[in-house]
T-cell receptor
Framework: DAKTTQPNSMESNEEEPVHLPCNHS???????IHWYRQLPSQGPEYVIH???SNVNNRMASLAIAEDRKSSTLILHRATLRDAAVYYC???????????FGAGTRLTVKP | ETGVTQTPRHLVMGMTNKKSLKCEQH?????MYWYKQSAKKPLELMFV???????ENNSVPSRFSPECPNSSHLFLHLHTLQPEDSALYLC??????????????FGEGSWLTVV
């Protein structure tokens, strides 16, 4: 399975942008990059996903490196509600189930 | 509200009890999943059902028994559990498991405590 590497934790100030990195150097050409987050005492929720091009939605932006070996989840203005564990996951046609690593615990300071 | 509903939200059971966790999805999906999340550990994929057939069983002990009677419902039957089985059990669903670009939707989870 293609693996991802994320920092264990990050801190941000409220109302500032946050860039959450993910390395996936063994990504294959058909692997999608998914980001989920898990707020305390809740199930994970979908944030964003992409294949090759950068993606934007109402929650976040996903910047994918040109060689696809890394990606960055961008929260444009962090709020206290964005404090969560963020997971970067690869899914491909030969590993198409969602398997979670430890993720990055984001702390947002007021 | 994700469209995936789990009951009960909290369950306390003795080691000799038999209980079941229930999951229902209202999204028209054809794949459903059980995950386990123990304290301070990543989510572990337990079972995968696609079109009501079990397609994956990740070395889960037989004291956990899944059942998928139709594409909208998934059960996890529990019997003779151990205290270390205490965890958050999460159900999820997706449309067409085979396509890796699909989104997976999770329920709120069932908190299980085995005493």
């Amino acid at each position: 399975d293609a693996k991802t590497t994320q920092p264990n934790s990050m801190e941000s100030n409220e109302e500032e942008p946050v860039h959450l990195p993910c390395n996936h150097s063994t990504i294959s050409g058909t692997d999608y990059i998914h980001w989920y987050r898990q707020l305390p005492s809740q199930g994970p929720e979908y944030v964003i996903h992409g294949l090759t091009s950068n993606v934007n939605n109402r929650m976040a932006s996903l910047a994918i490196a040109e060689d696809r070996k890394s990606s960055t989840l961008i929260l444009h203005r962090a709020t206290l509600r964005d404090a969560a564990v963020y997971y970067c996951i690869l899914r491909g046609f030969d590993n198409n189930d969602m398997r979670f690593g430890a993720g990055t615990r984001l702390t947002v300071k007021p | 509200e994700t469209g995936v509903t789990q009951t009960p939200r909290h369950l306390v059971m003795g080691m000799t009890n038999k209980k079941s966790l229930k999951c229902e999805q209202h999204l028209g999906h054809n794949a459903m999943y059980w995950y386990k999340q123990s304290a301070k550990k990543p989510l572990e994929l337990m079972f995968v059902y696609s079109l009501e057939e079990r397609v994956e069983n990740n070395s889960v002990p037989s004291r956990f028994s899944p059942e998928c009677p139709n594409s909208s419902h998934l059960f996890l039957h529990l019997h003779t559990l151990q205290p270390e089985d205490s965890a958050l059990y999460l159900c999820a669903s997706s449309q067409d498991r085979r396509f890796p670009g699909n989104t997976i939707y999770f329920g709120e989870g069932s908190w299980l405590t085995v005493v």
